[in-house]
C-alpha cells in the first residue's frame, strides 16, 4: 500500500517526466529563435570550411606529381611492326592527281591504365608525296605488349598541309593471343576499309571504276614480328625504336613569331657598293624526337587546375571549354604541321649518334636560346622556342606541346652550353661556358664542335600547366643520359636562383648573337610560373572573347600577334618577366 502512494500523483500533479516535458513544450514555444541557432551555427560552419577548402585549393590546386603505381602483369612480349606500302589508294589530289598518304597507327591492348585519361600508343609514318602505290617500311619496335594479344588500327590519310587531311580509309588488325610460339604477321595483305573514309577520294576513284578496269579498294601490306619477352616489370606498353626524329617548319608561325632565316634581315649588294635591302624571311622550327623507353614510372604527372577554366579546357567541358580545347588542337596542329618541307630520319638508339642529331636540332649552343619542352609518357620528346606572339595569348604551351593530354611524364625548358673544358665535370669550378663566356672554337666566330662531350644540357621542371615534381628530376636526368650518352647533362629546380642567373645571361648573349644564329625566337614565357599573377591583370578583353576571336578568324589573329614597333618594348619586357620562375610554389616538391 505504501509503495502505491508513493507512486501516485499527489495533489493531482504529474510525475516528473511528466513536468519535463511539458516544460520542454513550453520552451519550444516560448523560444523558437533558440531552436535556429544551432540551424544558423551549423551553416556559418560549412561556410568556412567551404572557404577553407577553395584557400586550400587555391594555395595547392590539383594536379602535379601523380603517386599511382603501374598495374602489374604477369607477362609481356616485345613486337617490330613494319608498315611496309600500300596500293590502289584513291586520288585525292585533283591538281596533281595523286595523293600524299601516310599511316596513323593507334596499339591498344587488354591492360589497365594507370588512368583512363593516359594516351594510347601512336605512331606516325613519314609522308610519301605524290604516290598511290606508297611504300614506308617504317618500323615501330614495342615492348610490354601482353600474352593476351592487341588491336592494331592503322588509319591512312592523305597529307593537305593547308587544309584538313583527308581519310583514305582504315585497316584493324586483331591479335588475341602472343606466346613464345606465336608465329607473328609476315608481309601480309590487308583490304582497306572505306568506312569513314573522304567522300571527296573515293567519288573520283568511282568515276574511274566506271570507266576503266581500276580497282575500288586498296591493300595496306604489315608485318609484326616476335622478338622476345620484354624485360621485367610487365604492366604497360612503351616504344623501344625507333629513336626516330622530325622537324617542322612553318614560314607563317616564323612571321607571327620573328623567327628569321638565316641572313634574310641583310641587305645585298647590286655591285655599286650599297646594300639594297633585302626581302625578310621568315621561318619556325618545332621538333620530335622518340627516345627509347621505357621512361621512368616516378615521372607521372597530371594538369594543375590552377584556375577554374583549366579543368574545362582539358576536359571539354562546356562552352569555354570545348573552344579552348579546340584552339589548343588547333595550334599543336598547326605548329607540329607536316607538309612537303618536314624532314624525317633515324638515328641509332641511345648512342653518341643521337646526342648529336639532339644538338643538331637545338642548333648547338648558338644564339642563347631556351626551349620549352614536353616528355609524353611513351618517351616523345617536343620542343620549340616559343613565345605568346604566336599563339592564343592566354593558352599554355606546355598544353599546347602535350597536344591537352591530361597526363605526361615532364615539361619545362631547358637550354644548352659549350664548355670550355669537354674532358672535366659541367659543374667543376675550373669549367667555363659559352654563352656565358667567350670561348674560342665555337658560335659565334667560327661553326659549333660536332662533339657531345663538348656540350651541357640543363633542363629544369619550369611549367605551371603540369607543375613536375622536383624531387623526380633525377630520373628524368638517368633517362636523358641513357638516351644522349656523352651530352652532360644538369636539371635544376625552376625556383633556383641560380637557374634564373642562367636563363637572364642566355636572353644576353640572344641579344648580341641574334643575327648569327639560324633562327631568331622571342624568348620563351608561358603560362607558368609569374605568369599565374599576370591572367589576373590581363586585358580588359574577355579571355573567352580572345580565344573565340582567334578560333572564328584564325588570320585575324595573325595579324594581331605579329610583331610591331609599338608593342616590342611591351612583348621585351613581359618576357623577361615571364621567363623568371616564381619564387613561390612554382613547382610542386
Given at each position: 500500500?505504501?509503495?502505491?502512494?508513493?507512486?501516485?500523483?499527489?495533489?493531482?500533479?504529474?510525475?516528473?517526466?511528466?513536468?519535463?516535458?511539458?516544460?520542454?513544450?513550453?520552451?519550444?514555444?516560448?523560444?523558437?529563435?533558440?531552436?535556429?541557432?544551432?540551424?544558423?551555427?551549423?551553416?556559418?560552419?560549412?561556410?568556412?570550411?567551404?572557404?577553407?577548402?577553395?584557400?586550400?585549393?587555391?594555395?595547392?590546386?590539383?594536379?602535379?606529381?601523380?603517386?599511382?603505381?603501374?598495374?602489374?602483369?604477369?607477362?609481356?612480349?616485345?613486337?617490330?611492326?613494319?608498315?611496309?606500302?600500300?596500293?590502289?589508294?584513291?586520288?585525292?589530289?585533283?591538281?596533281?592527281?595523286?595523293?600524299?598518304?601516310?599511316?596513323?597507327?593507334?596499339?591498344?591492348?587488354?591492360?589497365?591504365?594507370?588512368?583512363?585519361?593516359?594516351?594510347?600508343?601512336?605512331?606516325?609514318?613519314?609522308?610519301?608525296?605524290?604516290?598511290?602505290?606508297?611504300?614506308?617500311?617504317?618500323?615501330?619496335?614495342?615492348?610490354?605488349?601482353?600474352?593476351?594479344?592487341?588491336?592494331?588500327?592503322?588509319?591512312?590519310?592523305?597529307?593537305?598541309?593547308?587544309?584538313?587531311?583527308?581519310?583514305?580509309?582504315?585497316?584493324?588488325?586483331?591479335?588475341?593471343?602472343?606466346?613464345?610460339d606465336w608465329q607473328g604477321i609476315k608481309d601480309e595483305s590487308f583490304d582497306i576499309k572505306k568506312r569513314m573514309a573522304s567522300k571527296r577520294a573515293y567519288l573520283i576513284r568511282s568515276c574511274a571504276v566506271m570507266l576503266s578496269d581500276v580497282k575500288m579498294s586498296g591493300n595496306l601490306w604489315l608485318s609484326a614480328e616476335l622478338l622476345g619477352e620484354s624485360?621485367?616489370?610487365?604492366?604497360?606498353?612503351?616504344?623501344?625504336?625507333?629513336?626516330?626524329?622530325?622537324?617542322?617548319?612553318?614560314?607563317?608561325?616564323?612571321?607571327?613569331?620573328?623567327?628569321?632565316?638565316?641572313?634574310?634581315?641583310?641587305?645585298?649588294?647590286?655591285?655599286?657598293?650599297?646594300?639594297?635591302?633585302?626581302?625578310?624571311?621568315?621561318?619556325?622550327?618545332?621538333?620530335?624526337?622518340?627516345?627509347?623507353?621505357?621512361?621512368?614510372?616516378?615521372?607521372?604527372?597530371?594538369?594543375?587546375?590552377?584556375?577554374?577554366?583549366?579543368?574545362?579546357?582539358?576536359?571539354?567541358?562546356?562552352?569555354?571549354?570545348?573552344?579552348?580545347?579546340?584552339?589548343?588542337?588547333?595550334?599543336?596542329?598547326?605548329?607540329?604541321?607536316?607538309?612537303?618541307?618536314?624532314?624525317?630520319?633515324?638515328?641509332?638508339?641511345?648512342?653518341?649518334?643521337?646526342?648529336?642529331?639532339?644538338?643538331?636540332?637545338?642548333?648547338?649552343?648558338?644564339?642563347?636560346?631556351?626551349?620549352?619542352?614536353?616528355?609524353?609518357?611513351?618517351?616523345?620528346?617536343?620542343?620549340?622556342?616559343?613565345?605568346?606572339?604566336?599563339?592564343?595569348?592566354?593558352?599554355?604551351?606546355?598544353?599546347?606541346?602535350?597536344?591537352?593530354?591530361?597526363?605526361?611524364?615532364?615539361?619545362?625548358?631547358?637550354?644548352?652550353?659549350?664548355?670550355?673544358?669537354?674532358?672535366?665535370?659541367?659543374?667543376?669550378?675550373?669549367?667555363?661556358?659559352?654563352?656565358?663566356?667567350?670561348?674560342?672554337?665555337?658560335?659565334?666566330?667560327?661553326?659549333?664542335?660536332?662533339?657531345?662531350?663538348?656540350?651541357?644540357?640543363?633542363?629544369?621542371?619550369?611549367?605551371?600547366?603540369?607543375?613536375?615534381?622536383?624531387?623526380?628530376?633525377?630520373?628524368?636526368?638517368?633517362?636523358?643520359?641513357?638516351?644522349?650518352?656523352?651530352?652532360?647533362?644538369?636539371?635544376?629546380?625552376?625556383?633556383?636562383?641560380?637557374?634564373?642567373?642562367?636563363?637572364?645571361?642566355?636572353?644576353?648573349?640572344?641579344?648580341?648573337?641574334?643575327?648569327?644564329?639560324?633562327?631568331?625566337?622571342?624568348?620563351?614565357?608561358?603560362?607558368?610560373?609569374?605568369?599565374?599573377?599576370?591572367?589576373?591583370?590581363?586585358?580588359?578583353?574577355?579571355?573567352?572573347?580572345?580565344?573565340?576571336?582567334?578560333?572564328?578568324?584564325?588570320?585575324?589573329?595573325?595579324?594581331?600577334?605579329?610583331?610591331?614597333?609599338?608593342?616590342?618594348?611591351?612583348?621585351?619586357?613581359?618576357?623577361?618577366?615571364?621567363?623568371?620562375?616564381?619564387?613561390?610554389?612554382?613547382?610542386?616538391?
Open positions: 500500500m505504501s509503495d502505491e502512494k508513493d507512486d501516485a500523483p499527489l495533489n493531482g500533479q504529474s510525475n516528473g517526466t511528466d513536468t519535463n516535458n511539458q516544460q520542454n513544450g513550453d520552451e519550444g514555444k516560448k523560444d523558437p529563435e533558440k531552436q535556429q541557432q544551432p540551424e544558423h551555427q551549423h551553416k556559418l560552419k560549412d561556410k568556412m570550411t567551404k572557404k577553407q577548402e577553395k584557400l586550400r585549393l587555391k594555395a595547392n590546386p590539383p594536379g602535379g606529381f601523380d603517386a599511382t603505381p603501374i598495374p602489374s602483369a604477369p607477362d609481356g612480349y616485345t613486337i617490330k611492326f613494319t608498315f611496309h606500302r600500300a596500293k590502289n589508294l584513291p586520288v585525292s589530289d585533283l591538281n596533281s592527281r595523286s595523293s600524299d598518304p601516310y599511316v596513323h597507327a593507334t596499339l591498344t591492348s587488354a591492360l589497365p591504365k594507370r588512368h583512363k585519361e593516359d594516351p594510347d600508343m601512336i605512331i606516325r609514318t613519314p609522308t610519301v608525296h605524290k604516290n598511290t602505290d606508297p611504300v614506308w617500311d617504317t618500323e615501330w619496335i614495342v615492348a610490354g605488349i601482353p600474352s593476351s594479344g592487341f588491336r592494331l588500327k592503322c588509319r591512312l590519310y592523305d597529307e593537305d598541309a593547308s587544309d584538313h587531311d583527308d581519310r583514305l580509309g582504315n585497316v584493324t588488325v586483331y591479335v588475341n593471343r602472343i606466346g613464345p624485360e621485367k616489370p610487365h604492366g604497360r606498353m612503351y616504344t623501344v625504336g625507333l629513336t626516330s626524329w622530325v622537324k617542322h617548319y612553318s614560314p607563317m608561325i616564323g612571321r607571327i613569331a620573328g623567327t628569321k632565316a638565316p641572313g634574310s634581315s641583310q641587305g645585298q649588294s647590286d655591285g655599286s657598293g650599297e646594300n639594297k635591302p633585302k626581302t625578310e624571311k621568315y621561318d619556325f622550327q618545332a621538333n620530335q624526337l622518340q627516345l627509347e623507353g621505357p621512361v621512368p614510372a616516378e615521372l607521372y604527372h597530371r594538369f594543375v587546375e590552377f584556375k577554374p577554366f583549366v579543368k574545362g579546357m582539358f576536359s571539354k567541358a562546356g562552352l569555354r571549354g570545348r573552344v579552348l580545347n579546340h584552339a589548343l588542337h588547333h595550334q599543336h596542329a598547326s605548329v607540329y604541321n607536316f607538309s612537303n618541307t618536314t624532314e624525317y630520319g633515324t638515328v641509332k638508339p641511345k648512342s653518341e649518334e643521337a646526342a648529336l642529331q639532339f644538338l643538331k636540332m637545338v642548333h648547338f649552343d648558338e644564339g642563347g636560346r631556351i626551349f620549352t619542352y614536353v616528355l609524353t609518357l611513351d618517351g616523345l620528346l617536343r620542343f620549340t622556342e616559343t613565345g605568346k606572339e604566336f599563339g592564343i595569348d592566354l593558352l599554355s604551351k606546355h598544353t599546347m606541346h602535350s597536344d591537352v593530354n591530361i597526363y605526361i611524364a615532364c615539361s619545362g625548358e631547358f637550354f644548352v652550353r659549350r664548355l670550355r673544358h669537354p674532358e672535366k665535370s659541367a659543374t667543376s669550378p675550373e669549367q667555363e661556358t659559352h654563352p656565358n663566356s667567350d670561348l674560342p672554337g665555337g658560335p659565334p666566330n667560327s661553326a659549333p664542335p660536332k662533339n657531345p662531350h663538348s656540350y651541357e644540357l640543363v633542363i629544369d621542371n619550369d611549367s605551371g600547366t603540369y607543375r613536375p615534381k622536383g624531387l623526380v628530376l633525377p630520373q628524368l636526368k638517368e633517362f636523358l643520359k641513357k638516351n644522349f650518352p656523352g651530352l652532360h647533362i644538369i636539371t635544376m629546380e625552376c625556383t633556383d636562383d641560380a637557374l634564373s642567373k642562367m636563363k637572364d645571361e642566355q636572353r644576353e648573349r640572344k641579344k648580341k648573337e641574334g643575327r648569327n644564329i639560324h633562327m631568331v625566337q622571342n624568348s620563351d614565357d608561358e603560362i607558368s610560373s609569374s605568369d599565374e599573377e599576370a591572367l589576373d591583370r590581363h586585358e580588359k578583353k574577355s579571355r573567352r572573347q580572345r580565344a573565340l576571336d582567334a578560333v572564328e578568324d584564325p588570320k585575324k589573329a595573325a595579324r594581331d600577334l605579329m610583331p610591331g614597333g609599338h608593342g616590342r618594348k611591351e612583348r621585351e619586357e613581359r618576357e623577361t618577366e615571364g621567363d623568371r620562375p616564381e619564387r613561390e610554389g612554382g613547382s610542386s616538391t
